[in-house]
């Protein structure tokens, strides 16, 4: 018999890559907003269709990749609020980070503070629904 418990760190090493891929109301709107709330840029952008919509926008942001679609609801891709997940970003200065998501426009979630853990810590919540974390690191 296999034991399923195992004794781990209390923190292990981030490991990337893992692309998060977002669809959502406005790609292209979200993908401006992101430049100036988390300093991302724009890798690719396909055309915008007839309605506005655009079906893949690569972004770098943070050391990483986000990718975005609009919904295409006869593609079988219909519109739906996102939900019980949160994009947590490892930066070095939480505080600044959070302030400049809140002066671009998200919502204010967590005020940064040393966690339990340690870490300083905060979240806020896009225009678009998606909620965003800051996370940096004990001493960092």
């Known amino acids: 018999m296999t034991d399923t418990t195992t004794d781990v760190a209390a923190q292990a090493t981030a490991k990337a890559p893992l692309v998060p891929y977002l669809q959502i109301d ?79 426009g998200a919502s204010a979630v967590t005020p940064v503070q040393e966690m339990f853990w340690g870490d300083r810590f905060g979240s806020v919540r896009d225009p678009f629904g998606i909620e965003w974390a800051f996370n940096q690191a004990k001493g960092g």
């Open 26 to 104: 406005g790609a292209v709107r979200a993908a401006h907003f992101y430049e100036r709330a988390f300093a991302a840029t724009i890798a690719a952008l396909h055309p915008v269709d007839d309605k506005g919509r655009t079906m893949h926008i690569h972004l770098y942001l943070n050391g990483g990749s986000l990718m975005l679609s609009d919904f295409y609801p006869e593609h079988g891709h219909a519109p739906k609020a996102p939900a019980g997940f949160t994009l947590t970003l490892l930066v070095d200065d939480a505080d600044a980070w959070f302030d400049r998501a809140v002066a671009a």
